[in-house]
């Protein structure tokens, strides 16, 4: 931590995903066997004076994909290296009773080629996204 305001995080995560040749992950109309991917997240945090905090994070992804079209026996090998970054600003309730934050994902509208490892829980967004979120504490 550089100061008692300031916070600087990071962690870098490699995950290898195999699909079984017989049963691939159904992405229409390719069909995805392999993903490998590299993510390097660094997330700067400031405390600003009073209940209020900024969060800022750039993402660094590269990504590998063996992906087959069924029927056809053809496959492709795409690749993608590419950078998101992100903003949030939160505010505490008094007392403790939560929290609210707006933010941004995907900054600068960066348009990228990623496969997400779980098609029913997006990780990146693919344009630049808005949002809104309130967390109650009682």
Same mark, same amino acid.
């Given at each position: &931590?550089?100061?008692?305001? $300031?916070?600087?995080? &990071?962690?870098?995560?490699? +995950?290898?995903? %195999? #699909?079984?040749?017989?049963?691939?992950?159904? %992405?229409?109309?390719?069909?995805?066997? /392999?993903?490998? &991917?590299?993510?390097?997240?660094?997330?700067?945090?400031?405390?600003?004076?009073?209940?209020?905090?900024?969060?800022a994070?750039?993402?660094?992804? @590269?990504?590998?994909?063996?992906l087959?079209?069924?029927? $056809? %026996?053809?496959?492709?090998?795409? /690749?993608?290296? #590419?950078?998101?970054?992100?903003? +949030?600003?939160?505010?505490?309730?008094?007392?403790?009773?939560?929290?609210?934050?707006?933010?941004?994902? @995907?900054?600068?509208? +960066?348009?990228?080629?990623?496969?997400?490892?779980?098609?029913?829980?997006?990780?990146?967004?693919?344009?630049?996204? $808005?949002? $809104?979120?309130? @967390?109650?504490? #009682?």
């Amino acid at each position: &931590t550089p100061t008692d305001r $300031l916070a600087l995080s &990071t962690e870098f995560r490699v +995950e290898a995903l %195999d #699909f079984d040749d017989d049963l691939p992950r159904p %992405d229409e109309p390719w069909d995805t066997l /392999e993903l490998d &991917t590299v993510t390097l997240p660094v997330t700067l945090n400031y405390a600003l004076p009073g209940r209020g905090s900024i969060r800022a994070t750039a993402r660094w992804v @590269n990504q590998e994909a063996r992906l087959v079209q069924l029927g $056809l %026996d053809e496959v492709r090998k795409p /690749e993608d290296s #590419f950078w998101t970054f992100d903003a +949030e600003y939160a505010h505490r309730l008094p007392r403790r009773h939560g929290q609210i934050a707006a933010g941004v994902q @995907n900054l600068f509208d +960066e348009d990228f080629g990623y496969q997400e490892p779980d098609l029913n829980q997006a990780t990146l967004a693919r344009e630049r996204t $808005l949002y $809104l979120r309130l @967390n109650l504490a #009682f």
